[in-house]
């Protein structure tokens, strides 16, 4: 934890004069020891996702496709494009600078651990979220109380994941219906506060919250959207966050039904 807490108590941040510290509120639930998503006892190196060179800048639109894609008629999550629409989003959050690059890195970490089980010997059992959980709880491949034998199974690897994609969805949304003179750093800090805050440490809630000061403006946020105007990137995102949520909805459902939403 030491690590953690120096890694991000070191930054760089200060909030600039004049302007009053975003409130953060300490929510309920379990503390957890992660960074930002998580960082593994072992040293899980910060990796980048595999990705073409024409792919290396963010598009919403591309984005929108694989959300589009990732519920099949049977409302199952297919991983393939889930992880693809992370990577998407890992092109966003690398856009937006060093505050965070540390989420990003944490993410990319994660996208790992899940492609490396897509395309192993049990790559069958991976290929919708429901089918993973299935094949990892009645094969006893998730650790239930506490981090041992299986410290990096798909259904905790997927469940850090859901977490950012919550915040993300929440930040999301708010950009696109604040007015033109929102602050930023606010609209990040209420939408921390109301999902990824409640799995992190007072201090590290602090720092991250600091460092909410360095982000861009309203309107920069959008144009990083690529898809034109400021007003054509809010009738994305209106357009996109729809799949977002949907998906977001039906694994957390499923999480909750097989009693995973609190795995260590």
Known sequence: MSGCTARVASLPFQVPAGHPAPKVQNPPGPVGREL??????????????????????????????????????????????????????????????????????????????????????????????????AYETSNKLVDLERRSRHPDSGCRTVLRLHRALRWLQLFLEGLRTSPEDARTSELCASSYSASLAAYHPWIIRQAVTVAFYTLPTRKVFLETMNVGSSEQAVEMLGEALPFIEQVYNVSQKLYADHALLDLP
């Open 36 to 133: 930002l998503l998580d960082v593994s006892p072992k040293g899980v190196k910060p990796l980048s996702v595999r990705m073409d060179d024409s792919e290396s800048e963010f598009s919403l639109k591309v984005v929108l496709v694989h959300f589009k894609q990732c519920l099949n008629e049977k409302e199952e999550v297919l991983l393939e494009h889930y992880l693809t629409g992370w990577k998407g989003l890992i092109r966003f959050l690398d856009h937006l600078g060093t505050v965070f690059s540390f989420i990003s890195k944490d993410v990319a970490a994660k996208l790992q651990i899940m492609e490396r089980l897509c395309t192993g010997p049990q790559r069958d059992h991976y290929s919708s979220l429901q089918s993973m959980v």
